[in-house]
């Protein structure tokens, strides 16, 4: 299986900024495992659209798949009572 390239928008270092410097290593390891596995057993598709999403404690990780281009977007990262609001 190829590796993926796995990029960020812009507006997830906006997202980080509240979060504890100790989750966000955490969730950075997360994110840097997706370019290995995409779809981990862990993950769940997204009712009603085309993202993905994987827990770390009560953070969540929102992400698209584009598996033509072999590329994982990471969309938002946030709280879990924050993170589907708008996503």
Do not use: C, N
């Amino acid at each position: 299986m190829a590796s993926f390239k796995v990029t960020v928008k812009q507006s997830v270092a906006k997202d980080l900024r509240p979060i504890p410097k100790k989750e966000i290593a955490r969730i950075l390891k997360r994110i840097e495992a997706l370019a290995v596995d995409p779809r981990p057993p862990w993950a769940e598709k997204l009712s009603g659209q085309e993202k993905y999403r994987i827990r770390q404690g009560v953070y969540r990780i929102i992400y698209e798949i584009k598996d033509e281009a072999l590329v994982v977007v990471v969309v938002k990262v946030g709280h879990r009572r924050d993170v589907y609001k708008s996503s």
